[in-house]
């Protein structure tokens, strides 16, 4: 979705801001949504001094950025570069059952005089305004941060399978456990990046027993990875471990490895930062550069258009959960800076 700000020059590339609103199944109310209400307010603050910038400014909000119910992560501005085909994010399906293709064509039908973007359509720059979603701002005591680099991650989905039977009457003997296959896969796969020290992150976070049922030993456990790294050799060489390292631990059970999304580390516009940097120096606040262990929207962007992130802190760090939350203090700040900048790119 595009909320566009007209500029003088009707045709010029437009200046894009924004985020995503879909959130996580216990998700807090700041990730993606700081970044569409910045940006809306900087709209409204653009109207409220009766500014006309050279450019259009556009607020774009992303659809599916967390890959939670529909996977992979990122699809919407995925698709939109063209990173990932519309024809494979169409055919998405959830974890009922239900196509990506008819819940969106629903929405779509519900708002009937929208009007339709191509995708990539060319624009001059992206900013994106974000919780830090980590520790470092508030423990440093400083309200912006300066994104120089997103790091890679690389999804898999895991399908072990074994042979379902009767809990009491198969011995252990006669047992392909998918189960205990899974198990030791995941075991094997936290040894696997423990090896790797600090900078690794691997996540198991959904787990499928079928058919779940207390006395039928599970023929069939599917499981994802997200396994992330700022480094792209490192990503590379453990993602290139998963499968063996997989199907030894789980074996004598098979197993199927799908990799769902394949994203290198991404480095941001530099120049972009450096408007931003004068931009919340001008304003007088504190700030630091740093990398995100968290992928964005502007990770796609970034093989589009020059692009940039405006962090501000979260307490505690915490994401994901429904303790996450940032003060209207530090969200102002970072809104401040990103309507400076804005401002600035659509001159
Ligand atoms: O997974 C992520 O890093 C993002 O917050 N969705
Ligand atoms: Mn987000
Ligand atoms: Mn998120």
């Known amino acids: 979705m595009f909320v566009r700000r007209p500029g003088r020059h009707a045709t010029a590339p437009p200046v894009l801001t924004g985020s995503h609103i879909d959130s996580q199944p216990f998700g807090g109310a700041y990730d993606g949504a700081y970044g569409v209400l910045a940006g809306f307010e900087v709209l409204e603050a653009l109207d409220d001094a009766g ?3 050279e450019r259009p400014v556009e607020l774009a909000i992303w659809t599916n950025e967390e890959g939670s119910r529909f996977q992979p992560t990122t699809m919407g501005s995925a698709v939109f570069v063209g990173e990932l085909g519309l024809p494979e994010a169409m055919a998405a399906i959830d974890a009922q ?12 039908a519900a708002v009937p005089d929208a009007i339709h973007r191509d995708l990539a359509f060319p624009m001059h720059a992206f900013l994106e305004a974000h919780i830090e979603q980590g520790p470092i701002l508030e423990a440093e005591g400083k309200s912006i941060g300066l994104v120089r680099a997103i790091q890679g991650l690389r999804w898999f989905t895991l399908v072990v399978r074994g042979r379902a039977g009767h809990a009491g ?10 189960l ?33 049922s207390p006395n039928t030993i599970p023929g069939e456990v599917l499981f994802t990875v997200d396994l992330r790294h700022p480094g792209e050799d490192a990503l590379e060489k453990l993602g290139g471990l998963i499968g063996e390292t997989v199907r030894k631990a789980a074996a004598p059970c098979d197993v199927e490895v799908h990799e769902t999304l394949r994203s290198p580390p991404t480095l941001l516009d530099d120049s972009l930062r450096g408007l931003v940097r004068s931009i919340t120096e001008g304003l007088g606040l504190s700030y630091l550069e740093m990398d995100s262990g968290a992928t964005h929207d502007a990770k796609n962007l970034a093989l589009h258009t020059p692009t940039g992130m405006v962090f501000v802190p979260c307490r505690d760090g915490v994401s994901h959960v429904q303790e996450e939350y940032a003060s209207v203090e530090w969200m102002l700040a970072g809104t401040r800076v990103l309507a400076g900048a804005v401002t600035e790119l659509a001159a």
């Open 97 to 108: 059952g239900r196509v990506l293709r008819d819940e969106l064509e629903a929405l779509v």
């Open 169 to 178: 009457t198969t011995p252990p003997s006669a047992r392909q456990d998918a």
């Open 51 to 53: 500014v006309e910038t």
């Open 180 to 212: 205990v296959g899974a198990v030791n896969a995941i075991d094997a796969l936290n040894q696997l990046a423990a090896a790797e020290g600090d900078r690794v992150r691997l996540t198991v976070g959904r787990l499928e027993v079928h058919p779940n």
